[in-house]
């Protein structure tokens, strides 16, 4: 019992001194020693003593395992700048309004009488010259015998309307235009061209808003 406590003891130490042997570049020498009593004992390049068995063990050299090398730490990266994003456009935005070009006021109007006392709305200061007929008679001085027909070129008058009168102004002949056109008895597409002219002048202008 004394000498398998003894080994329980040494092997530990002997198992240490081979693995330090063994990892030495040299050859170790291993003693195995019992006494009169039966111990036995290991021992590391040294003889047994005196009135011990001996018992030797060669062990051969054992290469070094090289040092693991040291893991170098990574080279530190530069800081990265984040890129902007955009940002999202709001819920529900409401949209811009829409440019809207000034409307202008409607185009002169000019109030004219014609040579027979005829008012009417014109669009020109100098319309077109007309003619008149004239009164004719015969040698005697008679109108039954007369031999033809005479007229007289005469221009009509007109007057510019003033600014703050063209509204309404523009607004007349666009329904006197309609009643030429639709309660005149008359289907003529010239009438009504002519009344389509004058509204879209007439709602395209500051006049209407």
């Known amino acids: 019992m004394a000498v398998a406590r003894t080994l329980r003891v040494l092997w530990p130490l002997a198992f240490g001194a081979c693995v330090a042997a063994a990892a030495a570049p040299h050859e170790t020498v291993i003693y195995r020693c019992t006494d009169p009593a039966g111990n036995v004992t290991l021992q590391n390049d040294r003889p047994c003593p005196s009135g011990h068995a001996q018992e030797i063990r060669m062990?051969?050299?054992?290469?070094?395992?090289?040092?693991?090398?040291?893991?170098?730490a990574p080279?530190?990266?530069?800081?990265?700048?984040?890129?902007?994003?955009?940002?999202?456009?709001a819920p529900?935005?409401?949209?811009?309004?829409?440019?809207?070009?000034?409307?202008?006021?409607p185009p002169a109007l000019y109030q004219c009488k014609t040579w027979d006392d005829r008012d009417y709305l014109g669009e020109t200061e100098e319309p077109a010259?007309?003619?008149?007929?004239?009164?004719?008679?015969?040698?005697?001085?008679?109108?039954?015998?007369?031999?033809?027909?005479?007229?007289?070129?005469?221009?009509?008058?007109?007057?510019?309307i003033a600014s703050d009168d063209l509204c309404r102004a523009w607004k007349r002949r666009v329904d006197e235009a309609e009643f030429r056109w639709k309660f005149a008895g008359s289907g003529n597409d010239a009438r009504k061209a002519e009344y389509e002219r004058f509204a879209k002048i007439y709602r395209d202008s500051a006049c209407v808003r």
């Open 59 to 72: 062990i051969g050299t054992v290469p070094t395992s090289p040092a693991p090398a040291i893991p170098t």
């Open 129 to 160: 010259s007309s003619c008149a007929p004239l009164r004719t008679v015969g040698i005697d001085g008679s109108p039954d015998l007369a031999a033809g027909s005479a007229c007289e070129m005469r221009r009509d008058e007109c007057v510019a």
């Open 75 to 89: 080279a530190a990266r530069p800081p990265t700048t984040p890129t902007p994003q955009p940002k999202p456009a």
């Open 92 to 105: 529900n935005a409401p949209d811009a309004p829409a440019a809207t070009t000034p409307r202008k006021p």
